[in-house]
């Protein structure tokens, strides 16, 4: 009933937009957090092209970036209810639905970016994308979000001890929280948009995120320190609820499957063009980029992955994992 109360508003809307919904095409409501300009926004406007010229606008998608529909968690709430068809959610957020996806934000499991695409790629990939279905979710393609790292306002950071004791905004994740933990700083979950400002009343003194969000956030005009640290390559997973998934017929479901897979092809050329603009455009504002020795950072973050070994299943998908690295193959 709270969860009902708190989306009703957005219900309403749902409704009374949906009126003007022409009788012969399907529109799919996707809602998401982020700027019209980040990159995983324009691999979504990309994918609603696409779908709209694969199925001769029999199937299209209405997109309202910025939280227009509510915070990610109403987002969510919205699918499962089905008032919503689709989201995206960074894969942080889905350990809280699913055990196998709570590898996706491990500290530097992934070696580079290729091993990541290697992964997301691969049947085993897919097959965590539908782990959290039992919860109405459906994952449809993981979109790059690149690396996190850390940006904070008054410290640089250069070694894990520079963190110790600061207030760093995470995402509601266990692993996250745990991350921070490891590296001595003090975790402090907040909702995306009241990050900045959080930051600028010096409610946490840092975060971390890729270099594309941190860019068109404006995060930048508060931290002027960020260090490439690159501790995890969480990415962006696009989400259908099942309820959405179920109504389309066969034909539907190729369509749309087919124009996401298009989308992420699209969406990593422009992630890679973004984050070089992004690093260019924050060190351009006053901001000081840190590339640190990544050892120590590794080392302390460690015993995260050790302490999963009492979970087979999942100490199972890390090793899995950590073998698709290209330079083990073979």
């Not at 001769?56 to 910025?66: F, K, M, R, S």
């Not at 068809?85 to 590898?103: C, D, G, I, R, W």
């Amino acid at each position: 009933m709270i969860a009902l109360l708190r989306v009703l508003p957005i219900l309403l809307l749902l409704v009374f937009t949906g009126c003007a919904d022409e009788e012969k095409t399907s529109v799919l409501r996707l809602a998401h957090g982020l700027d019209t300009g980040h990159p995983v926004h324009l691999g979504m406007v990309f994918m609603a092209e696409r779908l709209e010229e694969k199925s001769g606008g029999e199937l299209t998608i209405a997109i309202y970036p910025n939280q227009q529909l509510g915070t990610e968690r109403q987002a969510l709430e919205l699918l499962q209810i089905g008032s919503l068809a689709m989201t995206k959610v960074s894969a942080a957020v889905l350990e809280n639905f699913s055990p196998e996806a709570t590898v996706l934000s491990l500290p530097y499991l992934f070696r580079d970016r290729e091993h990541v695409y290697q992964f997301q790629d691969s049947e085993l990939g897919r097959k965590v994308l539908t782990t959290s279905e039992q919860f109405r979710l459906r994952g449809l393609v993981y979109f790059d979000a690149g690396q996190r790292s850390f940006y904070t306002k008054d410290r640089p950071v250069h070694t894990p001890d520079d963190l110790r004791g600061t207030k760093i905004r995470v995402q509601l994740s266990a692993t996250a929280i745990n991350l921070v933990k490891a590296l001595g700083g003090s975790p402090t979950p907040i909702s995306y948009g009241e990050l900045y400002t959080a930051l600028q009343q010096g409610v946490v003194d840092g975060a971390e995120n890729n270099p594309p969000s941190f860019y068109t956030s404006r995060h930048y005009e508060v931290c002027k320190y960020y260090t490439l640290d690159e501790h995890t390559a969480t990415p962006d997973v696009l989400l259908i609820g099942t309820g959405a998934w179920e109504r389309l017929n066969p034909q539907q479901r190729t369509w749309l499957q087919e124009a996401a897979d298009e989308a992420v092809v699209y969406q990593r050329k422009v992630w890679q063009e973004a984050e070089q603009e992004a690093l260019e455009a924050v060190e351009a504002a006053g901001v000081e980029i840190i590339r640190p020795d990544k050892t120590p950072f590794i080392e302390q973050t460690a015993p995260i992955l050790e302490s999963y070994r009492d979970q087979p299943a999942i100490y199972s998908l890390i090793e899995r994992i950590i073998a698709m690295a290209p330079e083990n193959e073979g």
